[in-house]
């Protein structure tokens, strides 16, 4: 039986990931912290082990008889930019730096972000080749993370998967569009140009999380090499009015209107949601770097690579994943 440990097992995506784990027979061991809210993990038949990724060793322990280490924790939102660095960069040199310490390097694969990447530019999908531009300290942060991942590759065999955004059963983030069509009937966008966006729901980017670390390319350590880094993705692109009209079919407000809020608007609330998270000590969802993205343009990205690499297949459209994410959400009473 194979091995695997997922850091971020308790947050959104690595839930999935366990669930998806354990489905294909593996035994699974989750790194929590002593605050962790493992009851999410409850019922399911997986190990944990105490560890934090701001401490190597106790990284080094979890790690030990593990074949593949699944790199999720990270930090998507915080009140200060030095938060997400030292998570999302100093985190994922912790994890590389502890795999190459053992006697025998488990896979690593390490989830990043397309802000790591940076915008697209116009309707064209970001691929691996394009240079990389982040524009949010998020992104930098992610792109940190990958280039600190870089310097262990000629020891720890390791794959980077930057998907777009991630929405599914129990998100938090995406969940918030949801809920204002469904409440209010309309679909906000940030300005008025219908910029284009990528997405993938958490199961299968879980499946190419799995598939990047049975048959992806590694990372080489050259860094102008993208060699071992791949997006993941749905294959269909939308734009704010698609995706608010689609959310709008799924939760029963068909009629849902579109409505464009000025940049300066989207400014003045980003500032005011920083200032409030700022007094109430933890992140808001919308904030200034989040609206440095939103500003930036259109975010979609193409999984080619990675479907021509290892076989990934999203198991359903967009639309049909959105529809089951509103049902879920509408059976949990969430909405
Ligand atoms: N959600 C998206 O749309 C999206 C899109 C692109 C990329 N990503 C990336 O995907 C990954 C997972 O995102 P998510 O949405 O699932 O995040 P999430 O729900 O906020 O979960 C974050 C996870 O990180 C863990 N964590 C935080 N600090 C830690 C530390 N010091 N040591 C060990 N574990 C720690 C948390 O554990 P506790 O339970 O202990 O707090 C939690 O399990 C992140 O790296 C994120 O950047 C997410």
Do not use: N
């Given at each position: 039986m194979r091995h695997a440990l997922v850091t971020g097992a308790t947050g959104f995506i690595g839930r999935h990931l366990v669930r998806r784990l354990l489905s294909e027979g593996m035994a699974v061991k989750c790194l929590v912290r002593p605050q962790s809210r493992v009851e999410?993990?409850?019922?399911?038949?997986?190990?944990?082990?105490?560890?934090?990724?701001?401490?190597?060793?106790?990284?080094?322990?979890?790690?030990?008889?593990?074949d593949v280490v699944y790199h999720l924790a990270g930090l998507t939102k915080s009140v200060s930019s030095r938060d997400l660095m030292e998570l999302n960069h100093k985190g994922t040199r912790n994890v590389s730096l502890a795999c190459s310490r053992l006697v025998s390097q488990p896979t690593l694969v390490v989830v990043s972000s397309l802000a790591a990447a940076g915008p697209s530019v116009g309707s064209q999908q970001r691929v691996e080749a394009d240079e990389v531009n982040p524009v949010s300290h998020y992104g930098h942060s992610k792109r940190a993370g990958e280039l600190a991942a870089m310097e262990f590759a000629t020891e720890v065999p390791t794959t980077i998967v930057r998907p777009p955004i991630v929405m599914g059963e129990y998100d938090l983030d995406v969940f918030q569009w949801f809920q204002m069509v469904r409440k209010f009937g309309f679909h906000l966008a940030p300005g008025f140009v219908n910029y284009h966006y990528s997405m993938i729901h958490a199961d299968d980017l879980a499946s190419a999380l799995i598939l990047a670390a049975d048959r992806g390319g590694r990372l080489t350590g050259n860094v102008e090499d993208n060699a071992g880094i791949y997006f993941a993705a749905c294959e269909e692109v939308m734009t704010y009015s698609?995706?608010?009209?689609?959310?709008?079919?799924?939760?029963?407000?068909?009629?849902?209107?579109m409505v464009h809020a000025p940049m300066l608007m989207v400014w003045g609330l980003a500032l005011g949601c920083d200032l409030w998270s700022r007094i109430k000590k933890s992140p808001t969802l919308f904030n200034l770097d989040k609206a440095r993205e939103a500003a930036a343009g259109a975010w979609a990205c193409s999984a080619d690579k990675l479907r021509s690499h290892t076989g990934f297949e999203p198991a359903m459209s967009l639309e049909n994943r959105l529809r089951q994410t509103a049902e879920w959400y509408i059976q949990e009473k969430w909405l």
């Open positions: 999410h993990l409850d019922g399911q038949d997986v190990a944990f082990v105490q560890g934090d990724v701001s401490d190597t060793s106790s990284l080094q322990r979890a790690m030990q008889d593990v698609d995706l608010g009209r689609l959310i709008g079919d799924c939760v029963g407000r068909p009629h849902a209107r």
